[in-house]
């Protein structure tokens, strides 16, 4: 029988350091939990210049060690090509699915649905915002939501 072809998810924000970091992290714990990575593909990603080659906010670091997850990541700008090999591309907030969907309409063979990740939450909360001036354990608890709900409506 073959192999079922992996499913792709890409998060987004702005720098890539802060709440796209922390959806990884979720998504990538839930799919192994479930005993799914080989199904997967994960990763995150900046719209912007700022922050490539940088890791995670130490708070956010923080944040993930307190909950046992574990986060490895350095920042990165989306490609073209992300466009066309990712099956799903989550951003965190309305200036995130601006740039990507305005990205996207410059590629031939977009395939990635663009969405808010936060179009997910069962509790409506449909912007996650960056945790960088607020509160690092509200957005990890936003993305749990946010992952599960997108997790059980991708499966």
Not at 13 to 26: D, F, M, Q, R, Y
Not at 49 to 60: A, C, K, Q, S, V
Not at 75 to 96: G, R
Not at 118 to 132: H, M, R, V
């Amino acid at each position: 029988m073959a192999e079922p072809v992996p499913k792709s998810v890409l998060f987004v924000c702005l720098g890539n350091t802060c709440p796209s970091p922390i959806a990884e992290a979720v998504f990538r714990k839930l799919v192994t939990d479930q005993k799914l990575s080989d199904h997967w593909r994960v990763d995150s990603a900046e719209t912007s210049m700022y922050e490539i080659g940088n890791p995670p906010d130490y708070r956010e670091q923080s944040c993930m060690k307190k909950h046992g997850i574990p986060m490895s990541h350095t920042a990165w700008q989306v490609t073209k090509e992300d466009f066309a090999t990712f099956n799903y591309i989550l951003c965190m907030d309305e200036s995130n699915l601006r740039d990507l969907n305005r990205k996207s309409n410059q590629i031939k063979n977009c395939k990635a649905k663009i969405e808010l990740l936060g179009s997910y939450d069962p509790q409506n909360q449909l912007i996650i915002e960056d945790p960088y001036y607020s509160d690092f354990e509200i957005v990890y608890q936003q993305c749990v939501r946010c992952c599960k709900a997108f997790l059980e409506k991708a499966c």
